[in-house]
């Protein structure tokens, strides 16, 4: 056995997963390293390439053509970033093309379509195609920062998600959606002038059709609930309940789970993430404890933690644990904790994100509490601070404490 592969078994002997953090060195000599299970960056990336098909191509179909222009313009400007700063100094040596594909294919898919236009959308600057360059180039520059395959520790693609939330946050809310006669050709910023709420029961594969416009305009669900949770949302009339919420102003489940409701690219349809995600659990790319807990520590969370019951117009009243409120029932509870896992990009960060061989523990009990923790972060930012970007938010904060748990769990070498 060579001596590049000796680092890659030791690392992975306490978890019979592969595990994709190599040591720098390797990545600059000159025999070929194998990252898992014999397999190099190539093979490995372009798996995970193959998996972001699936929710890619829900988002094709949802948001159009443009969909395909965010991939193409910020793909295209991270591998020109990445071709300048992999030939400056050391850090240089550790990019990878193939590495730099992925991380702006996963970028690419946490954005709204609407940003590859050159006219102003609502209160927006024109030329948002502008956003997607720099974003490109600055995920090349982070990559470069926080280290290249296998030897950063925060993942560059959370930082310049939330750089960008930052700055363009109110620009990166979608709020078009193609109607299913304009699937895929449609121009999905070319929506209806006034803003379209769902309130029946119809899902958006039998809601009626608009035929002035290819596409509607719609309140993302995200956007709902984060006014509810935070108790700023107005009501219509003295008061607004939790389950007047999820029967008057949500969408169908059917809209999260399939697809129906404007999103991100890659995260609109439940179901193009869970493939994809399978897919990457079934190549045994990823270890399939971190989305299982996350899913589930989130679920419970939700359960736990203090949020309003009723919105009245002098003050919200919250309460520590909805199951024990009188006035909701555990149908209503179960319900709300759906739309939260659902609204949310929450599954495409626990299979995408959240199961980066960089930023996870390497040992099985460190990964275990990792993804713990992520849950119960990601559900404390999608309560308090935003639906859209919460997920995010949870996973980089754990990620930080990453290098202490694998001092606190060290793997056990094989000699």
């Known amino acids: 056995m060579s001596d590049l592969q000796l680092p890659i078994l030791e690392a992975d002997s306490d978890s019979g997963v592969g595990i994709l953090n190599p040591p720098p060195a390797a990545l600059s000599a000159s025999k070929p390293t194998l990252l898992h299970s014999g397999m190099g960056v190539t093979r490995v990336y372009g798996l995970h390439l193959i998996s972001v098909i699936f929710p890619f191509s829900v988002g094709l179909s949802l948001f159009g053509w443009r969909a ?113 006669n304009h699937l895929v050709t449609g121009d999905v910023t070319d929506t209806l002038p006034a803003r379209t709420v769902s309130t029946g029961n119809d899902p958006w594969y039998a809601a009626p059709l608009a035929s002035s416009h290819p596409a509607i305009e719609v309140d993302p669900a995200s956007h709902r609930l984060w006014l509810f949770t935070t108790g700023t949302l107005q009501p219509d009339r003295s008061w607004l309940s939790l389950e007047g919420l999820l029967r008057d102003r949500m969408p169908p489940l059917e809209d999260l789970i399939v697809a129906g409701q404007p999103g991100p690219i890659g995260a609109a349809s439940a179901v193009g993430v869970l493939i994809g995600g399978l897919f990457l659990l079934y190549r045994g790319l990823i270890d399939y404890r971190i989305p299982v807990l996350i899913v589930l520590s989130a679920g419970l969370a939700f359960l736990i933690l203090p949020m309003p019951v009723v919105i009245r117009e002098d003050a919200p009243q919250w309460r520590w644990m909805v199951v024990r409120d009188s006035a909701v029932d555990m149908a209503t509870v179960l319900t709300f904790v759906n739309y939260e896992l659902l609204s949310s990009p929450l599954l495409f960060m626990a299979f995408y994100l959240a199961t980066a061989p960089a930023v996870r523990p390497m040992t099985r009990r460190g990964r275990t509490i990792y993804a713990i923790l992520v849950g119960i972060g990601t559900a404390v930012a999608q309560l308090y601070a935003s639906v859209s970007f919460g997920p995010y938010l949870g996973l980089l904060m754990v990620s930080l404490i990453t290098p202490s748990m694998d001092k606190w769990f060290c793997a056990k070498p094989l000699v």
Not at 100 to 107: D, F, K, N, Q, V
């Open 68 to 180: 395909i222009l965010v991939v193409l313009l910020v793909c295209l400007a991270t591998v020109a970033g990445i071709v300048i700063w992999r030939r400056i100094g050391r850090r240089g040596a550790q990019l990878s093309i193939i590495h730099g594909l992925w991380m702006a294919s996963l970028l690419a898919m946490m954005l709204p379509a609407h940003l590859a236009t050159a006219r102003p959308i609502g209160d927006s600057p024109p030329h948002l195609w502008a956003i997607l360059i720099a974003t490109g180039l600055a995920l090349a520059i982070l990559c470069w920062l926080l280290g290249g395959v296998g030897s950063g520790r925060i993942h560059p693609v959370l930082v310049t998600y939330l750089l960008l939330v930052i700055f363009f946050e109110q620009t990166l809310v979608p709020t078009g959606i193609l109607q299913r």
